[in-house]
């Protein structure tokens, strides 16, 4: 099993190593840009997890692919961004607030060809499961991203509704990362498909987690503004939950926003209904019960330091909510 220490030291060689060296500037600048402003980096890091887990060294086959999780997962913020008119993204300007939504859609879409060449780099002897895996998650992904679209439309969303969408929007890209880490290293299947299920919850508590910390954390911390599901009135975990519980948000979600005065007034409205149900309790409260669920998926599957290494990843993944 390789040792955390080398795993850590491997993700920072690996992402100080990745240039993006073509012209023109205007199209590639944004992607040196992004992969400059760095980030948690947990998809190809819990990649790298799984495969150390059966492995005692990285090699080439599994580090290429590692970092082509984080790039196309990069592609999807720059696009994300666009749609959510978000200016700020990890402390700094968004690439579409920087340049232009044109330059951000074209560098969007040459991150996602680049993500796929490296994906590709996989060894020969798992290539087409790993490529099956990575093409059927990008789909996936893609799903989610216009459900959280199209909910924005809607009066209410139902839970189970929302569930199912940050389970494609987020949830099967960290499980493709359980998984393909694992299946790269020469895991059985079924060791695979738990980790897949482990990723999956996983990528669900990381998801609620995320919402919380959009309403409730620190600009500082979360690198972006505090508040911005609620001024593009988005139907986050919160605001599904609250209105679950009888909350009426129509008047303050659509009350105006232009001004900062505005946004902030909109912002403490909104949570002042999330706090009068309780909901920020709630949330806390589903975010452990997905990260014991995710953790039970490898439970009686791998070793006690294995599932250690597991658990140790979930608790900093999402601990930053309590």
Request: proline residues 4%; aromatic residues 8%.
């Amino acid at each position: 099993m390789i040792s955390e220490e080398l795993l850590e030291k491997t993700v920072r060689d690996l992402f100080d190593g990745i240039r993006f060296t073509r012209e023109p500037a205007d199209l590639y600048d944004p992607l040196r840009y992004m992969i400059a402003i760095g980030g948690k980096r947990l998809r190809p890091r819990l990649c790298l997890l799984t495969y150390s887990l059966f492995r005692d060294s990285f090699e080439e086959g599994v580090l290429e692919p590692a970092a082509g999780l984080e790039v196309f997962h990069t592609f999807t913020l720059i696009h994300d961004d666009i749609m959510d008119r978000s200016p700020l993204r990890r402390g700094h300007e968004t690439v579409w607030k920087k340049w232009s939504p044109d330059t951000a859609i074209l560098s969007g879409d040459v991150m996602c060809i680049d993500s796929y060449k490296r994906i590709a780099k996989a060894p020969a002897a798992v290539l087409p499961q790993v490529m099956e895996l990575f093409s059927k998650t990008a789909a996936e992904v893609c799903d989610g991203q216009q459900y959280d679209m199209d909910f924005e439309h809607l009066e209410r969303v139902e839970m189970e509704q929302y569930m199912q969408m940050i389970g494609l929007k987020t949830g099967v890209l960290i499980a493709c990362a359980a998984k393909m880490g694992a299946l790269i290293a020469g895991a059985p299947a079924e060791v695979c498909e738990a980790l897949y299920k482990y990723g999956y919850d996983l990528g669900l508590a990381f998801q609620v987690a995320d919402d919380y910390l959009d309403a409730y954390g620190e600009e500082k911390v979360f690198g972006k503004p505090i508040g911005g599901d609620i001024l593009n009135a988005k139907k986050s975990w919160l605001t599904v939950r609250a209105m679950d519980k009888g909350a009426d948000l129509e008047a303050d979600f659509n009350r105006p926003a232009v001004t900062p005065e505005e946004r902030v007034a909109k912002i403490a409205a909104v949570k002042a209904h999330y706090d009068a149900c309780g909901v920020p309790a709630d949330a806390r409260a589903e975010i452990a019960r997905l990260s014991t669920a995710a953790l039970a998926h490898v439970e009686g599957v791998l070793s006690p330091d294995a599932l250690a290494r597991l658990r140790a990843f979930a608790d900093r993944l999402v601990g930053r909510t309590f």
